[in-house]
């Protein structure tokens, strides 16, 4: 079983829609939790950290659930330039090691 | 963006040669660290340094060796280049002590090993 597990899409989004989509984690230790955005032949960039609270940076909006070991990400007002792979990254205990999910792609469409 | 760069952008060579890629970053963090990407495998963990000549093993180290004599400097070699070696390579920089553990990453080598 991967440690960090994504559905690889793509999903396929009107311009202008909502889009959420989920990311499980096996490590009930885990402590520090991210979304990254990939473009196609580019370099992975950091979108936002999840908190345990949730968190909102302007039409993203992150949450955590830990019972379940999952986060999510949802994506309002669906813009062409949200077109991109999305990657959930995941920090355990240990050290400053990062876990990678293989990455949910996205397709929004005009 | 964070200063990172990685050098060569692009590069192909043979199998058997050796070959050395070069992360250089002006943010002064104290972690850096080596990963690739395949289709099917996402990102994985090369190598990673936490400090000058400090560094350990990721979970696909096999065929890889690093260096790192200044802060600013995270060499990553293939001894001997295999065709599965064949893949991007992306380094990437943390600062920890902050308690923050998002890393940042450079723009990626592209390795063609025929």
């Known amino acids: 079983r991967k440690e960090v597990e994504q559905d690889p899409g793509p999903f396929n989004v009107p311009e202008g829609a909502t889009v959420a989509f989920n990311c499980t984690y096996s490590?009930?230790?885990?402590?520090?939790f991210f979304w990254y955005r990939q473009d196609c032949r580019k370099e992975p960039k950091l979108l936002m950290s999840?908190?345990?609270s949730g968190n909102e940076d302007g039409r993203f909006t992150a949450q955590l659930n830990r019972a379940s070991q999952y986060i999510s990400l949802l994506i309002r007002d669906s813009k062409l330039s949200d077109s991109a792979t999305y990657l959930c990254?995941?920090?355990?205990?240990?050290?400053?090691?990062?876990?990678f999910g293989g990455g949910t792609r996205v397709l929004v469409k005009p | 963006d964070a200063g990172i760069t990685q050098s060569p952008r692009h590069k192909v060579t043979e199998t058997g040669t050796p070959v050395t890629l070069r992360c250089h970053q002006t943010?002064?963090?104290?972690?850096m660290y080596w990963y690739r990407q395949d289709p099917g495998h996402g990102l994985r963990l090369i190598h990673y340094?936490?400090?000058?000549?400090?560094?350990d093993k990721g979970e696909v180290s096999d065929g890889y060796s690093v260096s790192r004599s200044k802060t600013e400097d995270f060499l990553l070699t293939l001894e001997s280049a295999t065709s599965s070696q064949t893949s991007v390579y992306f380094c990437?920089?943390?600062?920890?002590?902050?308690?923050?553990?998002?890393?940042?990453f450079g723009p990626g080598t592209r390795l063609t090993v025929t």
């Open positions: 943010e002064n963090h104290r972690y």
């Open positions: 990437a920089i943390s600062e920890p002590g902050t308690g923050a553990y998002e890393q940042y």
């Open positions: 990254v995941v920090n355990e205990a240990a050290g400053n090691k990062l876990t």
């Open positions: 340094s936490y400090g000058v000549k400090d560094t």
């Open positions: 999840v908190y345990s």
């Open positions: 490590n009930s230790a885990s402590q520090s």
